[in-house]
């Protein structure tokens, strides 16, 4: 009989603190304390996040340990978020995962966080079917954008990714200028339900080969508001969900028609979206109508599993740990890192 492997997986790339504990493929829990002192600051603030960082990992992992009934002498491994991200909150991971580790003599295994988003989708999870390699990735969040050829556990090939900001950023940022509190995304989804994507037209940049830019789209969306607001103060108001519908309809586009190409260059029609902005229920409605549309095979993970979280930790420990690949206490953060 195969034996059960117990990891404890620690996230903390960026402003959430997670900690997950899987048997084998299997989440047996997957704890997230999500830091609200950003809300006022309109983005992350480095130094805010690490601070509540350490004071979140003692409890937090304690809660995961108990919610999935497991003794911390009964783990087999430690995985952890090596980069990128904001260094302050990654050390904050990386000297607890050591600690751990050390102090229970296991190994200790460095995850790369976009890998992470992608191999969500290798999670065991009644209803979810995994991809089969070769597929292509659309890793979309907070801090990147890109389209990955994904054809096995080891081989990732990068084929696009963006020139400025991410299409988590293109969110938030319009949602600052709409006056909704950060993290704006899910806002700007949940009204844009109620408005008409066609109401405003916003231009998509010409960017070459599979790369995006937002960084224009979000500067002509506030020049734009900020020309209507002076005629009509209450345009925003008057305008709000058509305005959400509108933005979001663009960057939708904008994504389908990279999609469709990468689809084109590459022959591959499977495809897994992964990262927080997959959570846009416009951008899951687009991809399941790709299925029908293209004939492409779409795959979305479980909502728990888009955001920043631990589990997607854990399970490329667990891959990481069957492939025997494991890290020594030298291993260093990395705010960027190579795929
Ligand atoms: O993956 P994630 O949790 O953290 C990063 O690694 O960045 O992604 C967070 C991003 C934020 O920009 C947030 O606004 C966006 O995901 N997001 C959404 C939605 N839910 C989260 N954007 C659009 N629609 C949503 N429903
Ligand atoms: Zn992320």
Known sequence: MEQNIYILAIESSCDDTGAAVLCNEKVLSN??????????????????????????????????????????????????????????SLLVGNSFAKSLSLSLNIPLIAVHHMHAHIFAHFIEEEGFEKPEFPFLALTISGGHTQIVQVNSHSDLIVLGETTDDAVGEAFDKTAKTLGFPYPGGPLIDRHAQNGNPKAFGFTKPKVPNLNFSFSGLKTQILYFIQKETQKNPDFIKENLDDLCASVQYTIIEILMDKLKKAVE????????????????????????????????????????????????????????????????TEVVSQARMEF
């Open 265 to 328: 260059e590459t022959g591959i029609q499977k495809i897994a979206i992964g990262g927080g902005v997959s959570a846009n229920s416009g951008i899951r409605k687009a991809l399941q109508d790709a299925d029908t549309k293209y004939g492409w095979k779409t795959f979305i993970p479980k909502f728990e599993y888009t955001t920043d979280n631990a589990a997607m930790i854990g399970i490329v420990g667990y891959l990481k740990y069957q492939a025997g690949i494991f890290s020594d």
């Open 31 to 88: 704890v997230v304390a999500q830091q609200e002192i950003h809300e006022a600051y309109g983005g992350v603030i480095p130094e805010l996040a690490s601070r509540a960082h350490q004071q979140n990992i003692v409890p937090v992992v304690d809660v995961a340990l108990k919610k999935a009934g497991i003794n911390k002498n009964q783990l087999h491994a430690i995985a952890f978020t090596q980069g990128p991200g904001l260094m302050g």
